[in-house]
């Protein structure tokens, strides 16, 4: 083992601070200037930037640190952004594996945000002087970048999980650093319920949770009798609040605020914390066109859109300014309040004080946005980005009163796909999950009613084989579901760029102003008769083909069809993906056919093997869809092709979908044709007879029964009318794997 030293003058432990009782019986302290990770000299640049974290204010707790490390197996630390706890506390954890020679494991550090993760690893890599993929590394998805000797890696909560899978007690970890705990996601929240049997199961092992103090206290109580260690925070900036205790019109008294401190010529970048990505796009859109009004004397006003992608990293719109008289105006939401902990420019805050939220209500198997106030600790997360010589102003009163913390993510979202994971983990010997919120009962029962529906658990109401293949797949439980069926129905190349291009970002770019018109022309083309899934595959197909043709890029080309590039990117990425996952477990793989007739009719088969649920029928003609499942009404997102086409094709009586949001438009994205006997020939007839009433459910009730049986809509049916209508649909071609 190399051992650790460094010239006079600039040795952490010749310069008065204290020596730690990790270091002294690590061995850390012999004159030589070798790293102690990879055993070769310390670049100048290592110096350079020991002076740099030796002032972040995490530093003065080093020693306190360590020694809880050493004689705990959980510890929580506690200090806001800037403190420096996500780049330091993780290289004093792999100092301390380091001490230990590795006997437990090594270091990993969970972040909710993948691309936060990267420059993180990227950060920690340059401080401890070592190389990017070896010693340090990091794990997201679709891209790793460390080796199996890694030190230290940080990854995404989801990857952490997925690791569990294999590996229940994470034994290959000595040090687990759970970041940003305070942000409630569900992953993280699962980790932290889990960690709490794992330590029981490993006594050497040390668990880290790093947060802010509005956290505290609960995670105090969950974990009754560890260490606590505070970090002193920085002092806020100045804070401005406004007087008007109406927040309707937050949007403009922004956008207002932003130009008049861009007049002031005051230096520093402005962040701007709307409540929506769409706010950011339309604020964008302003911005560039105020920004080409005002006077050269100004200087450049450069609006960059910084949003959280589902299911990948934060990307940005907009340039860099080029001259010292320009600035950045970062537009942003409450996803990414933890990612400006390195930008230094920031010298102005704008908090509109408000978020809009995806909210699941379990009763009619929807998301409903809604429009809330932020909590006390986002607020006070927000003060603090621009220290203390910045100025922070808050668009509401001072005495509004805020929730201290966020609501857990867990209390606002679809179970199926976690209760799918806890089964799955279950496998692996793991008790029940200790919730620091316990979910909604209604929320858990309603998962497992849907994964019985998919076929996902047995009688005993444990994992069946097809639920342990779906657990395998990285797809919501309804779309790894409809994938397992395409391969019955041959149709898989099909289905896999459904599924890819369904859990990438949307590839529609907005329209910008006065070309709404043009950009339909071009959406247009690839437009299918059959819906808005088969849509996708064109527009993929279309994509893969702009690759293969050498003299045409397929950046250009997503610039002149109004796509977006990374997106698609991303969903090809995602394919690959699955790919794997398939061959790896074995599943085969059809040769795409996508045009045939005998293709179309087995894509809808394999969609309607997972997503029966969500089956709309247009019970007027006009548009007026009926959800079967809850008894709502809902139209056609106009970007769908028949919200395009309706007036020259018609608008489809049966539609399958797959995503509903109740809103103000209570639109149903992604739609697609399908006629009612495949559905019935598909549905699980337990599905189908707790469906409530409705005269679409008569319809399809009379195709189950058999000919020249019907009864009237206003009959009453017999337990045995029910057990022949039962017998009669096992006579369908259904699929086998149900």
Known sequence: MAEESTSPGLDPRRDGSEVSALEETS????????????????????????????????????????????????????????????????????????????????????????????ELALRVADEMDVNIGHEVGYSIRLEACCSPDSILRYCTDYILLREMMSDPFLEQYGVIIIDQAHERRVKTDILLGLLKDILLQRPELRVVILTVP????????????????????????????????????????????????????????????????????????????????????????????????????????????????????????????????????????????????????????????????????????????????????CLYPEDRKLPSERTPQILETNMTSLVLLLKRLEIGGLGQCRFIDRPDPEGLMQALEELDYLAALDNDGNLSEIGIIMSEIPLEPQMAKALLASCEFDCVSEMLTIAAMLSAPSCFLDSPAGLNHEVALC????????????????????????????????????QDNHLDHHALKQADAIRCELIDTLNRIELPISEPSFGTRTNMLNIKRALLAGFFMQIARDVDGSGN?????????????????????????????????????????NCMRTVS??????????????????????????????????????????????????????????NFDRCVIQ
């Open 523 to 558: 959406h247009r083309k690839f437009q299918h008769p059959d819906g808005d899934h088969f849509t996708l595959i064109n527009i993929y197909n279309a994509f893969k083909q702009s690759q293969r043709e050498q003299y045409f890029t397929s950046d250009r080309w997503c």
């Open 673 to 730: 044709e399908i006629s009612p006997q495949v559905f019935v020939q598909m549905a699980p007839l337990y599905f189908f007879y707790n469906m409530p009433t409705s005269e679409s459910k008569d319809i399809l009730q009379d195709m189950l029964e058999p000919e020249g049986s019907n009864s009237s809509k206003d009959k009453v049916k017999s337990t045995d009318d029910s057990s022949n209508c039962t017998a009669d649909a096992q």
């Open 214 to 393: 509005p956290m505290t206290d609960k995670l105090l109580s969950h974990y009754a009798g560890i260490p606590l260690i505070s970090v002193e925070v920085p002092c806020p900036a100045e804070v401005v609040y406004t007087n008007s205790s109406h927040s309707k019109d937050y949007f403009y008294s922004a956008l207002r605020l932003v130009l008049e401190i861009h007049r002031t010529k005051e230096e520093g970048d402005i962040v701007v914390f709307f409540a929506s990505d769409e706010e950011l796009h339309c604020a964008y859109s302003i911005l560039q066109m105020e920004g080409t009004r005002l006077g050269a004397d100004l200087g450049q006003m450069v609006p960059v859109i910084l949003c959280f992608r589902q299911g990948g990293p934060v990307t940005t719109l907009g340039g860099q300014p080029s001259a010292k008289s320009s600035r950045n105006v970062f537009l942003s939401t409450q996803q990414c309040e933890d990612v400006w902990w390195s930008t230094a420019s920031v010298n102005f805050v704008i908090d509109t004080g408000v978020q809009k939220k995806m909210v699941y209500k379990t009763r009619i198997r929807a998301n409903s946005e809604v429009l809330l106030n932020i909590s006390q600790s986002q607020a006070d997360l927000r003060k603090r980005l621009c220290g203390p010589t910045g100025k922070c102003f």
């Open 27 to 118: 061995g850390f302290g012999d004159d030589l200037e070798l790293n102690q990770f990879d055993g070769l000299p310390f670049s100048s640049r290592y110096y350079t930037l020991l002076q740099e974290r030796k002032a972040l204010p995490v530093w003065k707790v080093r020693s306190q640190f360590e020694d809880a490390l050493v004689h705990n197996q959980l510890l929580l630390v506690s200090g806001s952004a800037r403190t420096g706890r996500s780049t330091q506390i993780p290289q004093w954890c792999a100092e301390y594996c380091l001490s230990a020679q590795y006997r437990h494991g090594m270091v990993v550090c969970t972040q909710t945000d993948s691309q936060l993760a990267v």
């Open 625 to 665: 869809y009926f959800i079967l499942t809850h008894k709502h009404m809902a139209q056609v997102h106009p970007r769908s092709c028949y919200g395009a086409q309706s007036h020259k094709l018609g608008l489809p009586e049966w539609v399958v979908f797959h995503e509903y949001t109740l809103s103000e438009n």
